[in-house]
């Protein structure tokens, strides 16, 4: 078992990673039920697969489970089930003592955390991720939100757990794209500061999709101990540390928006290409070696990864695709921010893109890939 510690004062917490924590869950989890009772909001699908795990272990703890299922995929982070969602906890009785479990994927974390901050002004959260992406990422350091219309998360608060449990088995029940959309993530850690992880992800990537133990738990902890301690330094993007973590973001939240947000592209798809357009843009400015960003788009396209337009599905020239990236919640003044590389594992936030200029990138890359 291994403990990552998000440090944030008083709202600091820990990021549990075992290996069949879910069958264990009654140890982890038995002191957050106030009265004997944890509410657990899952969707249809992980409900099937991993929910009876968790139910199992927390009634061998004296603790009643009280499950709320809602539907699975992207669609979910709406009005309409958030509306459901707090209405179902409303009707159990939730008080601001009380802890909420979120068990499934981004998705799920999101809407439950987002639920969790605004009900009777805050009750409390626990996540408890079960996809690749949620557990390297969208489970730890407190963004919730929900989609709108316009776009992409643009509807939220920054409002952290109580606790993270991550039990990497529960990725065993996957479908390998989600593992691989997930993959995108890790591989972002790497690409930000720390370009020995990428060399690692180049050289033990297939091991850690293959479903080799050893090289998620590694891959899963180095990620949630590098954006820990982002998270611990800049909680609320305020100084610009944060803000790297959104590389590919910008390019991806596009793509996704183009797709409709939905399973046309998952997230970790977009973020994957979004990536690659990030280097290559980035190259196309004279700010990073060619070769190198060669080398980010090689290592997604060998992992099966979206590394371009046409492997994202997106057919929008790039005035389209710029219309969506208007609508970022980054957007201040006028003026959007950039993740762009100096290289990798030397990802910086410029203030100074030309949107103008990022349509005719987009253009010309598609046709280059043609």
Same mark, same amino acid.
């Given at each position: 078992?291994?403990?990552?510690?998000?440090?944030?004062?008083?709202?600091?917490?820990?990021?549990?990673?075992?290996?069949?924590?879910?069958?264990?869950?009654?140890?982890?989890?038995?002191?957050?039920?106030?009265?004997?009772?944890?509410?657990?909001?899952?969707?249809?699908?992980?409900?099937?697969?991993?929910?009876?795990?968790?139910?199992?272990?927390?009634?061998?703890?004296?603790?009643?489970?009280?499950?709320?299922?809602?539907?699975?995929?992207?669609?979910?982070?709406?009005?309409?089930?958030?509306?459901?969602?707090?209405?179902?906890?409303?009707?159990?009785?939730?008080?601001?003592?009380?802890?909420?479990?979120?068990?499934?994927?981004?998705?799920?974390?999101?809407?439950?955390?987002?639920?969790?901050?605004?009900?009777?002004?805050?009750?409390?959260?626990?996540?408890?991720?079960?996809?690749?992406?949620?557990?390297?990422?969208?489970?730890?350091?407190?963004?919730?939100?929900?989609?709108?219309?316009?776009?992409?998360?643009?509807?939220?608060?920054?409002?952290?757990?109580?606790?993270?449990?991550?039990?990497?088995?529960?990725?065993?029940?996957?479908?390998?794209?989600?593992?691989?959309?997930?993959?995108?993530?890790?591989?972002?850690?790497?690409?930000?500061?720390?370009?020995?992880?990428?060399?690692?992800?180049?050289?033990?990537?297939?091991?850690?999709? =293959?479903?080799?133990?050893?090289?998620?738990?590694?891959?899963?902890?180095?990620? %949630? /101990? &590098?954006?820990? $301690?982002? !998270? *611990?330094?800049?909680?609320?993007?305020?100084?610009?540390?944060?803000?790297?973590?959104?590389?590919?973001?910008?390019?991806?939240?596009?793509?996704?928006?183009?797709?409709?947000?939905?399973?046309?592209?998952?997230?970790?798809?977009?973020?994957?290409?979004?990536?690659?357009?990030?280097?290559?843009? =980035?190259?196309?400015?004279?700010?990073?070696?060619?070769?190198?960003?060669?080398? %980010? /788009? &090689?290592?997604? $396209?060998? !992992? *099966?990864?979206?590394?371009?337009?046409?492997?994202?599905?997106?057919?929008?020239?790039?005035?389209?695709?710029?219309?969506?990236?208007?609508?970022?919640?980054?957007?201040?003044?006028?003026?959007?921010?950039?993740?762009?590389?100096?290289?990798?594992?030397?990802?910086?936030?410029?203030?100074?893109?030309?949107?103008?200029?990022?349509?005719?990138?987009?253009?010309?890359?598609?046709?280059?890939?043609?």
């Amino acid at each position: 078992m291994a403990i990552v510690r998000v440090a944030l004062d008083a709202r600091s917490y820990d990021i549990v990673i075992e290996q069949g924590a879910l069958d264990r869950a009654g140890s982890h989890l038995a002191g957050y039920a106030r009265k004997g009772r944890l509410v657990v909001v899952t969707d249809a699908h992980v409900a099937k697969a991993q929910l009876p795990r968790l139910e199992a272990s927390l009634r061998a703890a004296h603790v009643a489970v009280e499950p709320v299922i809602l539907p699975p995929g992207e669609q979910t982070k709406s009005w309409r089930h958030l509306e459901e969602l707090l209405d179902a906890l409303l009707a159990l009785e939730i008080e601001r003592g009380d802890h909420v479990v979120a068990l499934g994927g981004g998705v799920i974390g999101d809407l439950v955390g987002f639920a969790a901050s605004i009900l009777k002004r805050g009750c409390h959260f626990i996540q408890v991720p079960t996809t690749l992406l949620a557990q390297v990422d969208s489970s730890v350091g407190g963004k919730t939100a929900i989609n709108a219309r316009a776009g992409k998360n643009l509807i939220g608060s920054f409002y952290q757990p109580a606790l993270v449990l991550i039990d990497p088995s529960t990725l065993d029940t996957l479908p390998v794209r989600e593992t691989r959309a997930g993959y995108a993530e890790v591989v972002k850690y790497g690409l930000i500061d720390d370009p020995d992880f990428f060399a690692w992800c180049e050289a033990e990537g297939d091991r850690l999709l =293959s479903g080799d133990a050893q090289a998620r738990e590694y891959a899963i902890e180095r990620s %949630v /101990t &590098a954006k820990a $301690k982002i !998270v *611990g330094e800049d909680e609320r993007e305020t100084s610009g540390r944060r803000a790297l973590l959104n590389l590919g973001h910008t390019f991806g939240h596009a793509l996704e928006a183009d797709t409709g947000f939905s399973d046309l592209l998952l997230h970790g798809e977009g973020v994957a290409a979004g990536m690659a357009l990030a280097f290559r843009y =980035s190259a196309r400015l004279g700010l990073c070696p060619a070769e190198e960003a060669q080398r %980010v /788009t &090689a290592h997604l $396209k060998a !992992v *099966g990864l979206p590394h371009d337009l046409a492997s994202a599905q997106v057919t929008a020239d790039g005035a389209a695709l710029v219309g969506h990236m208007l609508h970022d919640k980054k957007m201040a003044a006028g003026t959007l921010p950039f993740l762009l590389a100096r290289g990798i594992g030397r990802t910086f936030l410029s203030k100074d893109v030309v949107l103008d200029d990022v349509a005719a990138f987009l253009d010309e890359d598609r046709a280059r890939a043609v």
